[in-house]
């Protein structure tokens, strides 16, 4: 790491895991959230001027997933790279950078970024809930979260 990148990055404390979590907690809420209104929306269906909700409706969960999955590529990839923060990073005042630099990220490490949390997810958490180990979440693809 050169002297700019230290200095880039080393001025900026890291931030506490309070912070972390709940900056994943606010951008998961934001997903799930859209995602279900958007299949509410999808399974609302009008007939003789009533509006029934049909929820076994496999339109339902299919639009209310890739919702979900749609908000969250624009909250992780292109809000941040937009302005360097997702929704949740921006409301406990975190910032992702690169971890070389301090610089803005790059689009294609961002959407590394973004697929390594659904591996974080799947793997590391229910590890880390089974077993109460102190693992905490971990930085990736040469990017970091520090406070703004």
């Avoid at 029934?52 to 969250?72: C, N």
Wanted: charged share 15%; proline share 4%.
């Amino acid at each position: 790491m050169t002297n700019n990148a230290q200095s880039a990055l080393g001025s900026s404390p890291a931030p506490t895991q309070a912070r972390r979590v709940s900056a994943s907690v606010v951008d998961a809420l934001v997903a799930l959230l859209c995602g279900l209104a958007a299949g509410v929306a999808a399974g609302v269906e009008v007939v003789d001027g009533v509006a029934q909700l049909r929820p076994g409706s496999p339109a339902v969960w299919g639009t209310a997933l890739v919702a979900a999955f749609g908000l969250s590529f624009l909250n992780h990839v292109l809000l941040t790279y937009a302005v360097r923060a997702s929704l949740g990073k921006l409301l406990t005042g975190l910032r992702v950078v690169r971890a070389s630099d301090g610089r803005r990220p790059g689009f294609f490490r961002l959407i590394g970024r973004w697929l390594f949390g659904f591996y974080w997810m799947i793997v590391f958490v229910p590890l880390h809930v089974a077993t109460d180990s102190s693992v905490e979440q971990q930085d990736a693809v040469s990017l970091r979260t520090i406070r703004r």
